[in-house]
């Protein structure tokens, strides 16, 4: 019940004037965003449009242990990471983005046209979040193993059947 009312909460903060827009540009890197307590809606909204599936990163940075709730288009696409909180502190993005330490989460778009908003699901005070727009979603490798596993998996059929004849 509490999600559904900080969801709308969310929601209806997004019709708010006193947010700012702010459009994001795939490879541009980081866009700032600031809130000031748990529960906070960030002061910024974010929107893009892709011809392409592409990756929204969020981070946490400057005082580590924050966390937020992601939304796109109204719709909550889940939580940043859990972490520890810590008295770390970084203004370095990536730095954060990559560091256990900090909260972060990657999400995945398809083509379309997104509004991003969000909220500090859990916050040490006031604090600053980044998000950056990447294009291209990176292709998952075959492992090479997986070549070595086909004959085994043919000769393990190739037994089985024999022994039923």
């Given at each position: 019940?509490?999600?559904?009312?900080?969801?709308?909460?969310?929601v209806?903060?997004?019709?708010?004037?006193?947010?700012a827009?702010k459009t994001?540009?795939?490879?541009?890197?980081w866009?700032?965003?600031?809130?000031?307590?748990?529960?906070?809606?960030?002061?910024?909204n974010?929107?893009?449009?892709?011809?392409?599936?592409s990756?929204?990163?969020?981070?946490?940075?400057?005082?580590?242990g924050d966390?937020?709730?992601?939304?796109?288009?109204?719709?909550?696409?889940?939580?940043?990471s859990?972490?520890?909180?810590?008295?770390?502190f970084?203004?370095?993005?990536?730095?954060?983005a990559?560091?256990?330490?900090?909260?972060?989460g990657?999400?995945n778009?398809s083509?379309?046209?997104?509004?991003?908003?969000?909220?500090a699901?859990?916050?040490i005070?006031?604090g600053?979040?980044?998000?950056?727009?990447?294009?291209?979603v990176?292709?998952?490798?075959?492992?090479?193993?997986?070549?070595?596993?086909?004959?085994a998996?043919?000769?393990?059929?190739?037994?089985?059947?024999?022994?039923?004849?």
């Amino acid at each position: 019940m509490k999600r559904i009312l900080i969801t709308l909460l969310v929601v209806f903060s997004m019709a708010n004037a006193n947010a700012a827009t702010k459009t994001l540009t795939s490879g541009a890197g980081w866009s700032d965003f600031n809130y000031y307590f748990t529960g906070d809606v960030w002061e910024d909204n974010f929107t893009f449009t892709i011809t392409e599936a592409s990756i929204l990163t969020v981070t946490d940075f400057r005082k580590a242990g924050d966390i937020f709730e992601v939304i796109s288009n109204g719709v909550s696409l889940g939580l940043t990471s859990l972490v520890n909180v810590s008295t770390d502190f970084t203004n370095d993005r990536d730095f954060a983005a990559a560091d256990a330490r900090w909260s972060s989460g990657a999400f995945n778009f398809s083509a379309g046209t997104y509004v991003i908003s969000g909220l500090a699901d859990f916050a040490i005070g006031d604090g600053a979040g980044a998000i950056r727009l990447d294009s291209g979603v990176p292709e998952i490798p075959v492992p090479a193993a997986l070549f070595l596993f086909a004959p085994a998996l043919l000769g393990f059929l190739g037994l089985r059947r024999k022994s039923s004849v």
